[in-house]
């Protein structure tokens, strides 16, 4: 498969992760569930996509002896949810890192075009010079993920990391050839989209499913 090969997409196959991703598909999950989930499962994905960050060796008194032992340096990290659904990620995400900062930007898609439409944007200062992780439960078309690194970008970022739970092959590849340089970080890569831009088998509407507003 095309997309398995792309450079800085990053499949993750923990069995945990598999293991919540498939109770998530369930259509009987229901709200409460559903969202311990998801927050459950960006614990797991922050987990992998926070790998590289940079430590310094601290002075630490143990009650043995004195030493130098690491500390994670430069915390200038922000995570941006697109909203609604990448709200569900961000509680997981601020377990692994309390003192991130957390920046908003709201997109919702059109039913008809699919395309999204921004609503509110709002970014912590000095947004520029962050790591940034976006954040988002779904990526289909890959519109809405395209839209919010596009936007990211003209304020300056260069730092970004795309975090998402399940990912079409059509999203991967809009998103891969739009920005091959932002790490993309996908718990299940599925089949393909339906004629409403839906992921099969996917899980549904993430937001509807997160917030309980399923029609
Ligand atoms: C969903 C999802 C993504 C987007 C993915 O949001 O959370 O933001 O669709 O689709 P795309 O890759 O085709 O752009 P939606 O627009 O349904 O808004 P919501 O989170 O408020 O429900
Ligand atoms: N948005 C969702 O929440 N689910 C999909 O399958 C596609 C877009």
Do not use: W
């Amino acid at each position: 498969m095309e997309e398995k090969k792309m450079k800085n997409v990053i499949y993750l196959d923990h069995p945990l992760l598999q293991h919540k991703i498939t109770i998530l598909r369930d259509k009987k999950t229901g709200t409460n569930e559903f969202r311990r989930l998801v927050k459950e499962v960006a614990v797991l994905e922050g987990y992998e996509a926070l790998r590289h960050l940079k430590t310094e060796l601290v002075d630490v008194e143990t009650p043995i002896e004195n030493a130098k032992e690491p500390k994670i340096s430069g915390k200038k990290l922000c995570f941006v949810p697109i909203l609604r659904a990448g709200l569900g990620m961000v509680e997981g995400m601020l377990e692994l890192v309390p003192s991130a900062k957390v920046g908003h930007i709201g997109l919702y898609r059109d039913e008809v075009t699919h395309e999204p439409h921004e609503y509110y944007c709002k970014l912590p200062y000095s947004i520029a010079d962050r790591e940034i992780y976006v954040l988002d439960p779904m990526l289909a078309t890959g519109g809405s993920a395209c839209d919010a690194v596009k936007l990211l970008k003209e304020k300056g970022c260069k730092n970004i990391t795309f975090i998402c739970i399940i990912a079409a092959p059509e999203g991967v590849k809009n998103f891969h050839e739009h920005y091959p340089e932002v790490p993309l970080y996908v718990g299940a890569l599925d089949r393909c989209l339906n004629e409403n831009a839906y992921i099969c088998p996917g899980l549904g509407d993430a937001g509807d499913r997160i917030f309980g507003t399923v029609k």
